[in-house]
């Protein structure tokens, strides 16, 4: 009893955490930062143009700084306990990669100029291939299939990525690649937060509906079975959840790495260890993390401002090595 | 509530790993399955809760085909307990016997007080109330193996499937479980279970299937399928045998001669 009230307890404090940050982020920028500068930029440009920056800069960044830390978050959580593996993360299944080759493929081809939305409509429509190609090669086998699947179809497009930069003639082009892939939420407007909701919130209504699935699947498969649990359609409800969600934030904020990995792993001890309670916790630390990181990268000032999937990577790496750390210390013993 | 299993063949790339078995467990049962490494035991118990195709045969629940049956449905009628269980993530023991609730369960609400009761009771019934809120990594090898036990008790079910349960515990753990199993028998509980120790077999079971080869080699009381002709044929084995009022210690002494 007393678990279900400190779970709450935590859940609210971590809402509390999230909806802080989304206000300190919808503070900061580089038009004024505070009460005090955002009062100097409101006199200084009006009340237009300041709603104009609160509105078309400023919450979109905010909005998509939190589903997208939420949807790696979430999406972490939900194949660590598929999978039954601490080390895997939304990138594991190849989603990733797949919506990052559509995005290149809209650069590379000079579509994104055309178009701006083309960027996002085929990196969602990468990792919506990524579904279909999963459920066809590892849809009737085990475990072990999904992740071989998913390395394969991610070194693939990695090699295409590669490819397109190693044959673009346009060095601009490269730049904007390279530049891309390395994530980041600056500059996004309502349209992308638009565009990418939809396929966000079904991402995380499927993976919701796994989540108590996944606690009985701790037992192992059989018994899990044995308890009434369909695998293939948690299969297709972990698959296709993925792929929604973590397409649709590549398609808008690039490749962010290690958020996925990172707060399942901070959470988990804080819920009781349960798959299903380890979902919302994590989405919300995810949410929370992303926009504390993008905070950061705005106040940190080296000239240029840092990228968002830089910054995860560098609080990420060292974490992951102290992971491998322990869990080797606690096999030892 | 009776189970019954007719003329079950699996196949293995094309070995017959379990051939034309067919078995009965009914209500108050206490039927032990006994056999050789790889005679098909636990492939048949996975074929009877469904973890495991089967090319031929039926499986019905008193009289209706299994398949017939909604997943939930067959999830509460047979609870089922595999043999030596890795268990991921830190769980706390009440978490995993919870866990046996799962086909009551309706998503995204807390476990109803019905649940709630069926658990405490299960802990209650392996006297695990004391570790329950213990995680399931800190505890000795007996007392996990109960709590494994209790979530397989906590399902409710009338039929219960054990594969060898008391294969890693000592003396004390083994009488402990087979006792538990046995009360759970004279409730009214149908049990099948796995079994590697031919004394417990003798001394626990109502009823012992010998299972050799994927098919039946014999059925009936503890004495009459423990003969030392049955051993020696199928597990190749000479035990020692000494015989009680209705059963008999039996003690693995050496190989069977070759050209029994």
Redesign the interface.
Known sequence: MN??KNYFFLLSALSLLAVLLFIASLMIGSAGTGFSGMRVMFDQVGPEIFSVIMKEIRLPRAILGFTVGASLGLAGATLQGYL?NPLAEPGVIGVSTAAALGAVIAIYTGLSVVMPLALPLMAIGGSLIVIFLLQTIAGAGNVATLILAGVAISSLCGALTSLALNLSENPFASLEIVFWLLGSITDRSMSHVWLSTPFIVIGWLLL??S??SL?????????A??????LSRIRILVISGTALCIGACTAIAGVIGFVGLIVPHLM?PLV????SRLLPASALAGGSLLLCADIMVRLINFGTELKLGVVTALIGGPFFLILILRLRVSHKT | MKLEALNITVEFQNRKVVNDLSLSLGKGELVGLIGPNGAGKTTLL?AI???QKYVHGELTLDGIPLQDL???E???T?????QS????????AR??VM??R??Y?R??S?PSPNCEYAVDQALATVNATTYAFR?LHTLSGGERALVLLA?TLA?GAPLILVDEPIAELDLYHQINVMQILKDKATEGVGVLAVLHDLTMAAQFMDRLILINDGSVFAEGSPKEVLTKKNLEEVYKISPRQKDLTNNSIIYPWQKANKDV
């Open positions: 678990n279900i039954r919701a509906a989540s108590r606690d009985v699947l701790s037992l192992g498969e059989e018994t079975v044995s308890l009434g649990v369909n988990r009781g260890h349960l798959p | 996975k809760i469904g973890a909604s997943q939930v067959r999830a509460k047979l609870s089922y307990l595999p269980q890795s268990i991921e993530w830190q769980l706390q978490d995993v866990l046996g799962f086909p369960q998503a995204f807390p995680g979530r399902v």
